[in-house]
């Protein structure tokens, strides 16, 4: 759930959504969410592209630049100071089922599995630690990350560029949309009040 103050902001934010500066800060946001953990990235690009739908692959590719950006960096940040970040990072989260589960898959399956992750909706942070951990070259999580949010960013924002409706079926990300549709016409009632 995003905090009212957040979804608040995001609906002041897409307010912009035709400027040049939109685009990169978004992709800064989805870089971000590796560090705060609360930014609805997939609910923004999929808002960001129902407000632009001519400008759903330049938002494809500015969510996915950044995400990858902000993986790399916290994978960079894991090799360099290991354990201790990632518990600072993610509290305790090394000693969670999700943690044990998740590192069993990229275990068992190595690079594909952080490429799965990258590309699909789940979280990131945990893979990312894991291969961090395991001493997977930065280089290689790098290539995989681009490519699994450059295909994860296409697919999302195409969709909501052509069938928006279908991604209704998603439920995280129709939870994000909704809960910025829902501060938008929140922040929108407000400044007529004030008029």
């Known amino acids: 759930m995003i905090a009212?103050?957040?979804?608040?902001?995001?609906?002041?934010?897409?307010?912009?959504?035709?400027?040049?500066?939109?685009?990169?800060?978004?992709?800064?946001?989805?870089?971000?969410?590796?560090?705060?953990?609360?930014?609805?990235?997939?609910?923004?690009?999929?808002?960001?592209?129902?407000?632009?739908?001519?400008?759903?692959?330049?938002?494809?590719?500015?969510f996915a630049l950044g995400s990858t950006l902000g993986g790399v960096i916290m994978a960079w940040m894991t090799l360099r100071w290991g354990e201790p970040f990632v518990t600072w990072l993610l509290g305790d989260a090394l000693h969670s089922a999700s943690w044990s589960q998740t590192s069993q898959f990229v275990i068992r399956h190595g690079a594909k599995a952080l490429l799965l992750f990258a590309a699909s909706p789940l979280p990131l942070q945990l893979p990312i630690a894991i291969c961090s951990l395991a001493h997977m070259p930065l280089l290689e999580m790098a290539g995989l990350l681009l490519l699994g949010r450059f295909f994860k960013f296409t697919v999302l924002c195409g969709l909501a560029s052509r069938a928006p409706k279908l991604l209704g079926r998603f439920r995280k990300v129709a939870d994000e949309v909704q809960e910025i549709e829902v501060a938008r016409l929140d922040e929108k009632s407000g400044t007529e009040r004030k008029e």
């Open 4 to 62: 009212p103050m957040l979804g608040s902001w995001m609906a002041r934010f897409q307010k912009f959504s035709n400027r040049p500066w939109y685009l990169p800060l978004g992709g800064l946001l989805a870089g971000l969410d590796f560090f705060i953990l609360v930014v609805p990235t997939d609910g923004l690009a999929v808002t960001s592209v129902l407000l632009q739908k001519k400008r759903w692959f330049a938002t494809a590719v500015a």
